[in-house]
């Protein structure tokens, strides 16, 4: 017992002493005097993928650090995950473990009663079917399956072939993959861009020159205040690190392209992100998905309505009534595309990835209702416009599920992230010192549930995209539309 008792004092003893040598030593060590170059940042990201290497590093701090309950919470307690999900800055998946696993037709037992509703012929079975089939599949679908497609997507192609091979491993299938941008479009634009006598030799003329010449950019003070000033086009370096590394892959370098996240481009200006065929397979994505969607509404207004006929049931003595109302059949149309040759529900795989930058997806506006990122804002060139992104994909009914980190409230905390801030972006590719709470309010956000640990330096945030009163009435307009739709 003695001895217990000393080698429990002397293991406190020697980790208090090493704890404070490993502060003081960083205290009074000077800053690192390098910087850190953003395609240099990312490419950490790749090496970190290999064999998640990761989530390998991270996974016992985030225990420690009680972040790993923040994510059950956030993905699972809180029951916010449904409809279409996107998760942006996904890494090598780590939030699979969260998310449900399989879309709800894979599921035996439901399978066994959506059969009795989907076909016409058999309606009859339908309505007899009864108030327990009901709320069986009231359960399932609604509350058990609630995600109709989960999209794990990351710039860096490393940790989006992690993703696969997670998936690959535990689900047995290899998920839907998105098509990649079109390299060599995105290419010529830079290159004329940068080379603005090429352009006007293209017919773009003096205007595409005076255009590259000069930009005007709105610049938005800590304060609040906004300045406009003049930028020339290429203030960073990406673009033309982006020309050398396609030069390099086109030579048959096996180092996969970091697509430049252009800044300067003007309002309206497009970037050609996918080419024709690519756009068309998208396209054919968001109908299959659209297909899901509404079947899934289907469901659900079937559901209610049995539910409210049960309720009148209940409520009434009126046998008469009863039987008219149990007798009546309801037929379930299953969209053609969840159907197979043979007209039964195909297996539908649950989960997609995709090798895009949160500042430009390829998506059209309002597609997802759960928009998740968690440690993304750091790592983000840009991470307001990010988010802006991240908006107008989201449905204005939808969520944005964040955890954060980044500057805290105290000054020596501070102090301590920005000095080092340099050393942890070249080892693990993210600027710790961001100010997560100018971020979010630049972003237009609408915050319903913010909570910080860790000196005010871990943020846990529930919010609502940015939407104009505009996208909100026409977005009104539609649900109705698709609502009634569905009802009939
Ligand atoms: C700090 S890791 C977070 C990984 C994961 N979300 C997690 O919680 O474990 C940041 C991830 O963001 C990705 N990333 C960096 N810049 C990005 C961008 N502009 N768009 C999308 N993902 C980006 C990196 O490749 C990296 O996988």
Not at 141 to 162: F, H, T, W, Y
Not at 216 to 243: H, W
Not at 247 to 262: F, M, R
Request: glycine letters at 6%; charged letters at 30%; a positive charge.
């Amino acid at each position: 017992m003695k001895l217990l008792s000393k080698v429990i004092v002397g293991t406190s003893c020697v980790t208090i002493f090493c704890g404070t040598a490993y502060v003081a030593a960083l205290t009074l060590a000077p800053p690192p005097n390098y910087t850190v170059s953003n395609n240099d940042r990312l490419k950490s990201y790749d090496v970190l993928s290999v064999n998640n290497l990761y989530e390998k590093k991270t996974k016992c701090q985030e225990f420690y650090l009680g972040l790993s309950r923040w994510r059950r919470k956030m993905l699972r307690d809180e029951g916010l995950l449904r409809g279409r999900v996107l998760e942006v800055g996904a890494g090598c998946g780590g939030n699979y473990a969260y998310y449900p696993h399989s879309y709800f037709t894979e599921d035996p037992e439901v399978q066994k009663h959506l059969r009795r509703y989907w076909a016409s012929d058999r309606v009859e079975e339908g309505a007899r079917s009864g108030e327990n089939a009901t709320s069986y599949m009231l359960q399932h679908i609604v509350k058990e399956n609630p995600c109709d497609e989960i999209i794990l997507c990351d710039r860096s192609a490393g940790m989006v072939q992690s993703c696969v091979a997670r998936i690959q491993n535990r689900l047995g299938y290899a998920p839907y993959r998105y098509p990649d941008y079109n390299i060599a479009a995105i290419r010529s634009t830079i290159e004329a861009r940068l080379d603005p006598e090429r352009s006007s030799a293209d017919g773009a003329g003096n205007e595409a020159a005076a255009k590259t010449a000069y930009r005007k950019r709105k610049i938005v003070y800590e304060d609040g205040t906004v300045q406009e000033v003049l930028v020339t086009p290429l203030s960073g370096n990406d673009e033309a690190e982006f020309l050398v590394a396609t030069a390099e892959n086109a030579a048959g370098s096996t180092n996969d392209v970091i697509v430049p996240v252009l800044h300067n481009f003007d309002a309206g200006d497009k970037l050609p992100l996918l080419s024709k065929e690519d756009e068309a397979a998208l396209a054919k994505r968001e109908q299959d998905i659209r297909a899901r969607q509404k079947f899934r509404l289907r469901i659900e207004n079937q559901l209610r309505r049995e539910e409210k006929e049960s309720l009148v049931r209940r409520s009434t003595a009126d046998t008469s009534l009863n039987e008219a109302t149990s007798a009546k059949p309801h037929a379930l149309k299953t969209p053609n595309e969840l159907l197979d040759e043979h007209h039964n529900l195909q297996k539908q795989p649950l989960f997609a990835v995709a090798n895009y930058a949160a500042e430009q997806l390829p998506f059209p506006d309002n597609s997802f209702d759960t928009i998740v990122d968690m440690f993304g804002l750091c790592s983000f060139d840009d991470p307001v416009r990010a988010l802006r992104e991240l908006s107008r994909v989201c449905k204005p009914g939808g969520r944005l599920l964040l955890i954060e980190h980044g500057k805290g409230h105290t000054g020596r905390v501070n102090n301590h992230l920005d000095k080092w801030a340099p050393r942890h972006a070249k080892n693990w590719g993210c600027w710790w010192n961001r100010d997560m709470r100018r971020i979010i309010r630049l972003s237009g956000l609408s915050v319903e549930k913010w909570e910080s640990k860790h000196f005010g330096t871990s943020h846990y945030i529930i919010a609502k995209p940015f939407k104009s009163m505009e996208e909100w009435d026409r977005y009104d307009l539609e649900r109705k539309r698709e609502v009634k739709n569905a009802a009939a």
